[in-house]
């Protein structure tokens, strides 16, 4: 069986020792790192943190040769087992790569463990030996040999398996809830000594309890046990989804402390992110593009359905926390309002559908710089409004998404599916096609028909008056101390026209100094050009502004449950609300 010793080489230089063992193998056996751990879509190239590699088969040394950027091949004699070791470096927080020092260790297969090509689809194992006499071990890896704290050996059905698991170490909190006869573990490293660690597994007992609900009714889940592990920062947040356990990251403040019962904004981001990555489990992870039928680990791996994926996981993770009882209407509306502001806001809606944005992830929403608010849209906060859309038009008529999510399940028996198959559930659940309504919200780009939809179910659009920054088209970062930097400059807007560039220091506006971009207003007239002084690789420029009337300027949204809409409008949010 290939087998995997992931053991610590130098926990101060933050190192690894990986042994692949390989028994039996090829003539020419060829050894690869992935390029990419799927789920977040960029080329990272691991193999650049691999060093010190040799390769023996028994006592005979065998030359490695090394093929290309992540790949190496060994000239082998006979069948004794091959066996590679290589220094692994880790030192990235993330929840993508892998990460190692003196109180904690992480990792990722996708960083560590060569892909024996060939033999993917054999059983793998992983032993972690040499671990601090302290630390514990948190995987959702079915367990061959492990003592109480989880040092051992695990097993993996093959290559993908091995690498969707992800392993925790270190000295962390642990707790645990069952749902449907289905073990959950929370574990949380780095956390403060006031962290409420029960009111978290509380609050994610019950959203695993709502998905559940949601996908199986009281049916158990496709999974025999799930891993939560979370780790707390001073700055970060993020999520990576896998088939029986989500990595997560958060910045340590915004979890629950002891003593205190209120919910803040933060925490309920925290709690969001829980639902989302959970609810990855079946959407993304089972449910899947049919281009993901077999993940290519040497190069990108396109599709056009992460819409799909991300987008209506992104808008089932915050109306789940509402279902669960841990918001209210007023806060779920806050949520939803804040979605619909982020795609409202970005003139690049306007450009890319939703559908190519997602073909276009690996080098745009990955690889985001100052324009990218001018190409292109969020398949994440798009995708989610697309959901809404689609929901809102069932449920004013026939069924809901709800209904087309667990009729995907079914009918593909957890499995791959392609947009014919959300075009054809969506038709039959609404007893007439819809193949119209995906075609605009899915591949055009005209903005989506919410406020009339949200009517529907006695939901108020409310219409905000804009900011300064809304006004003049730009992003800035701002303070009494920095003054103000331009960080994008939105396209057809106020700035752009006068001249203005990002990275540009806005100084003075009418002879008078600003640290503010509110400051403005008061100096600047409506329809009559001004003098904006500005600083730009160290020159100081004079440019002519002119500020658009409030009136002429899309402004934000807030939303809110309309008391005295229609009873049958009325009925529609609250079935909407509480599924």
Known sequence: MITYRIAIADAHAHLFRVTVTVPQPAALQRLSLPV????????????????????????????????????????????TALSVSYLAYAFDSSVRTAFLDARRGFFNGTSLCLRVEGREDEPHRMELAGLPRDWRVATAMSPLDIDDAGRGIYEAAGYDELVDHPVELGAFWRGSFKVQGVTHELVVAGALPDFDGDRLLADAERICEAAIQF??????????????????????????????????????????????????????????????????????????????????????????LLWFFEGFTSYYDDLLLRRAGL??????????????????????????????????????????????PNLTVSYYTKGALVALALDLTLRSQKGSLDEVMRLLWTRSGGGPIAEDDIREALGEVAGRSMADELQAFVHGTDD??????????????????PTMAQRLGVRVSESPLTGVKVSNVLRDGAAERAGVSTGDELLAVEDWRIRRLDDAARLLKPGVAGRLLMSRDQRVLTLPLTLPKEEDTPGTVALAADAKAPRAAQALRKAWLSG
């Open 215 to 304: 996908w199986h009714d009281r049916k158990k889940p496709p999974f025999e046990r799930y891993v939560f592990m979370l780790n707390a920062v001073d700055e970060g947040y993020g999520g990576l989804e896998h088939r029986a356990s989500t990595a997560l990251i958060a910045a340590r403040r915004d979890l629950p402390q002891q003593g205190k019962s209120e919910t803040p904004d933060a925490y309920v981001t925290l709690l969001g992110l829980i639902s989302h990555e959970y609810f990855h489990t079946w959407n993304v992870k089972r449910l899947k593009p049919r281009d993901f039928g077999r993940y290519d680990y040497t190069r990108e791996n396109y599709t056009q």
């Open 327 to 372: 918001i209210d209407d007023a806060r779920y509306f806050k949520l939803l309002a804040k979605t619909v502001n982020g795609v409202l806001g970005v003139p690049g809606r306007k450009v890319q559908s939703v559908a190519q944005a997602s073909f276009d992830a690996w080098v745009k929403y990955y690889r985001s710089d100052e324009n990218t």
């Open 448 to 465: 989506l028909p919410l406020p009339a939809l949200l009517e529907r179910v006695g939901v108020q659009w409310q219409a905000q008056p």
């Open 36 to 79: 990419w751990i799927p789920g977040s879509y960029l080329v990272r190239e691991f193999a650049r943190h691999l060093s010190s590699m040799q390769a023996k088969q028994g006592a005979r040394t065998v030359a490695l040769e090394q093929i290309d950027k992540t790949t190496w091949q060994a000239p082998c004699d006979g069948r």
